[in-house]
């Protein structure tokens, strides 16, 4: 069975510095991985993905993120944080054969001004 | 434009009183999901469409049921809505293979 762990309920960080959102996952497989973000009463936006090729993925808004098949992590990174990044943010997997999205607990980032 | 739509954005049913939620797309997504999302936790897969197939997860309770009249609608039946279910109840769509999924804006609900 697939799963996803966000080991951090919250980062804090300052605007202007760099941010890092820790996600490790454990799938059969090769897994694809992404990464949402979810501002208050609204949906999920997407951010990026992994499917396969580079290990470091590119995303919406600045974002990127690093795959890392030892370690089973996928982080989510951004070089210079903006206040308005505050928001809480989900790393999903699925399984390369299948269709079901499983969801890590989420991590609420504050960007301090 | 919205690709993904949910009605209502908010709905507020009785405790017991049948309510139904929908979801409509335009992207022509062959798999339609619905997920259970309470107090900022993960977002909880309820069930899965893929075309006509459909797919329920373990333990989603029988109260919740779904039906799929086509490939652009998509809907969230509960039957017997208890306080437990108040929730926001998001919709999402993605094509087969390692599409990302596409959501709905969500459909919070409360049950009184």
């Known amino acids: 069975a697939q799963s996803v762990a966000q080991p951090e309920d919250q980062v804090n960080v300052a605007e202007g510095n760099p941010l890092t959102v820790k996600c490790t996952y454990s799938v059969s497989g090769n897994p694809y991985l992404f990464w949402y973000v979810q501002y208050p009463n609204r949906g999920l936006q997407f951010l990026l993905k992994?499917?396969?090729?580079?290990?470091l993925v590119k995303g919406s808004y600045g974002f990127e993120a690093e795959f890392n098949k030892s370690q089973t992590s996928f982080h989510l990174k951004k070089p210079s944080a903006l206040v308005s990044d505050s928001a809480l943010y989900f790393c999903?997997?699925?399984?390369?054969?299948?269709?079901?999205?499983?969801f890590g607990a989420g991590t609420r980032l504050f960007v301090k001004a | 434009d919205a690709m993904v739509i949910q009605n209502p954005r908010y709905q507020v049913t009785q405790f017991g009183k049948p309510v139904t939620l929908s979801c409509s797309q335009t992207l022509n997504h062959n798999v339609m999901y619905w997920y259970q999302q309470k107090s900022s936790q993960a977002p909880k897969l309820l069930f899965h469409?893929?075309?006509?197939?459909?797919?329920n997860e373990a333990d989603t309770p029988d109260n919740f049921q779904s039906r799929r009249p086509n490939t652009s609608f998509c809907f969230l039946d509960i039957r017997s809505p208890g306080l437990g279910d108040a929730a926001m109840y998001l919709c999402a769509t993605s094509r087969e293979g390692g599409g990302r999924a596409f959501f709905g804006q969500g459909t919070r609900l409360t049950v009184v």
């Open positions: 469409y893929y075309d006509k197939d459909f797919n």
């Open positions: 992994y499917i396969t090729g580079d290990n």
């Open positions: 999903a997997v699925r399984d390369a054969g299948g269709f079901k999205t499983i």
